[in-house]
């Protein structure tokens, strides 16, 4: 466990936006590109989405939405809920934003050093101290590795690529692909990697992490540029540097996947 969670945190980063805003009975959230996160200090409170019972919280808990997928939360004393949004630095192309379960919820009762980051993660937010944001994005880094040993210790993350990073012949591909997206990976080449022939590579890789291996590759690539694009880096030096031969062949594949051209997309994300 110690090994995938230090692989884990040594390729994701995690960015705290927003503040803590009081989720008033009624808040409706979809969004693709953040969790939301809550502090429940005391119930209850109730969460309902599409795919799941209503959850009831009476005691102190976090409750957290990794892909921001719709839900609404009813809340008798707003000031005992704080709100905020956890964004994966890879937005919903991160592996790890797909592999956790779409609605966690942890008792603090008996994770006490949890709910200490997640006071600290408020009160952080709620003052606008110098270095705020830098404090933020640490102490996001921190929640979700206690997050993440908590999935472990209950059994939660069974798939994905976490699990593809503990398989012997998965995560040498995995590790690979994180490492250099820009190489002109192909089918046979990762299959080689693993040490296996396409057709059994191809299953394999779909079994356990959910998805094809190219599919992976796309995703990996696509959240890459992405957060290259909010950077600043120009589109010509992103297409390079997530993996494909010109900017033309990387706006086709962007805006197959994405839904708009790299442009377009950033156009949006700087009005967000």
Not at 20 to 41: C, H, I, K, N, W
Not at 139 to 151: N, T
Not at 165 to 174: C, E, F, K
Request: glycine share 8%; with cysteine; proline share 7%.
């Amino acid at each position: 466990m110690d090994y995938l969670l230090s692989a884990l945190t040594g390729r994701f980063r995690f960015n705290g936006q927003g503040g803590t805003d009081t989720a008033s009975p009624g808040f409706d959230s979809e969004t693709a590109l953040a969790g939301q996160l809550y502090l429940v200090r005391q119930g209850p409170a109730v969460f309902v989405d599409e795919h799941a019972p209503p959850l009831r919280v009476d005691d102190a808990a976090l409750v957290f939405y990794p892909r921001g997928m719709r839900h609404r939360v009813q809340a008798l004393h707003g000031d005992d809920l704080a709100h905020a949004t956890i964004a994966f630095q890879n937005g919903d192309a991160d592996p790890l934003a797909w592999t956790l379960p779409d609605r966690i919820c942890i008792p603090l009762d008996r994770t006490a050093p949890l709910r200490h980051t997640l006071e600290l993660l408020f009160a952080e937010a709620a003052q606008p101290a110098r270095a705020r944001d830098a404090v933020l994005d640490r102490v996001c880094d921190v929640l979700m590795v206690q997050i993440l040993r908590h999935a472990f210790d209950q059994a939660w993350l069974d798939g994905g690529v976490l699990a593809g990073l503990a398989d012997r012949q998965l995560g040498p591909v995995l590790s690979a692909m994180h490492a250099r997206p820009d190489a002109p990976w192909q089918l046979q080449s990762l299959a080689v990697l693993a040490c296996m022939s396409r057709t059994g590579f191809t299953e394999h890789f779909r079994n356990v992490v959910g998805v094809s291996p190219l599919e992976y590759l796309t995703r990996w690539r696509m959240g890459l540029a992405c957060r290259l694009l909010r950077e600043g880096v120009p589109v010509k030096v992103v297409s390079g540097r997530a993996g494909y031969r010109s900017p033309p062949a990387f706006t086709r594949a962007f805006t197959e996947h994405v839904g708009v051209s790299p442009r377009h997309w950033l156009r949006e994300f700087a009005a967000a």
